[in-house]
């Protein structure tokens, strides 16, 4: 079978985009400048990005949504972007979920109020491997699904379930985290390690998963907490990225390193969806049969345009550009 195209399942959110003048400190007020809504979770922005990216295969949709005004925003948000909704599931038994995304004007730093609906009931059972001629699955985020990050009775989480049975179908799969407090962060995560090809990490979910700091400013850190992440069982690669660096250690034991893009202060308008940006980027270039180095490259081109607009996805363009 030709295989072709993106499957991106998990977080569907609506992303309300606020801007305000500070962060403040609790008790105390700020100021909201502007809002706007938006795409929110990691597949939802992926799928935006590559739309935007303009790429010449098909996207596809899988997740659970509410049937209701949030979730009808989603639905044609990705009709119009040319994304397939197939199977983008709408249930009145659950609300679709949001963010409130605080994002301070003169940094760009963003920090999330999140209320998980609909994604937390997300189970995969939507879709069949075996009918789809997708090329990649793409799941996101792990510790924000909640159903999936629950133990099966074979002590394997639901995702690892879920990441093999793409697998066993002649999948790629890829797995993105997100940076979240758990009390089981390591051991839901090192569940999935064996059923991916293709992980997705920040330095502080790195942490997490080592028991250790790392440093993001330090690209041998970066590349050594790479290789050990990479020793629990992912196939392909380990894709480390931070603000200043971005590391992928491979199974064939290489380790290609890329600096970040320096974008100026003036033109950045908020690092919101940034990671995402950084994996539709190194996703499309998997798909095309690209270099990991070049995957690098167009992956922290896409995070740097990311940086230009308060929204995950507004200042993503096309590949050409």
């Not at 997300?122 to 879709?127: H, L, N, P």
């Not at 850190?221 to 050990?228: D, G, L, R, S, V």
């Not at 690092?271 to 940006?277: E, L, P, Q, S």
């Amino acid at each position: 079978m030709l295989r072709h195209g993106i499957l991106a399942a998990g977080n569907f959110i609506v992303d309300r985009v606020k801007l305000i003048d500070q962060y403040p400190a609790q008790d105390t007020l700020a100021s909201i400048l502007s809002e706007t809504p938006s795409n929110g979770g990691g597949p939802y922005n992926l799928l935006t990005d590559l739309a935007h990216m303009r790429v010449n295969y098909p996207l596809h949709a899988v997740g659970l949504i509410g049937d209701d005004p949030d979730g009808q925003w989603i639905l044609d948000h990705c009709r119009e972007n040319s994304i397939n909704t197939d199977l983008l599931v709408a249930t009145p038994d659950f609300s679709t979920s949001y963010t409130d995304v605080m994002t301070v004007r003169s940094t760009g730093r963003r920090t999330f109020f999140h209320q998980r609906g609909a994604n937390a009931h997300f189970d995969g059972s939507s879709i069949d491997f075996s009918k789809t001629t997708a090329r990649i699955l793409h799941l996101g985020y792990l510790l924000l699904l909640d159903h999936l990050d629950t133990f099966a009775a074979d002590g394997q989480t639901q995702a690892a379930h879920f990441l093999a049975n793409a697998s066993s179908a002649g999948l790629i799969t890829s797995l993105d985290l997100v940076s979240a407090e758990h009390t089981q962060f390591r051991e839901i995560v090192l569940s999935s390690l064996p059923h991916t090809d293709l992980l997705f990490l920040n330095e502080i979910e790195a942490g997490k998963i080592l028991g250790q700091q790392v440093d993001p400013k330090s690209p041998q850190e970066i590349a050594a907490a790479a290789k050990t992440i990479l020793s629990h069982g992912v196939r392909r690669t380990v894709t480390l990225h931070t603000e200043y660096h971005a590391v992928s250690a491979t199974a064939s034991d290489e380790t290609h390193h890329q600096p970040s893009l320096p974008v100026p202060a003036e033109k950045i308008k908020g690092a919101n969806g940034a990671g995402d940006a950084f994996a539709a980027g190194f996703l499309h270039a998997i798909h095309e049969d690209l270099t990991i180095p070049q995957a690098l490259l167009i992956a922290v081109k896409t995070a740097a345009q990311c940086l230009n607009h308060p929204t995950p996805s507004g200042g993503v363009r096309p590949l050409v550009e």
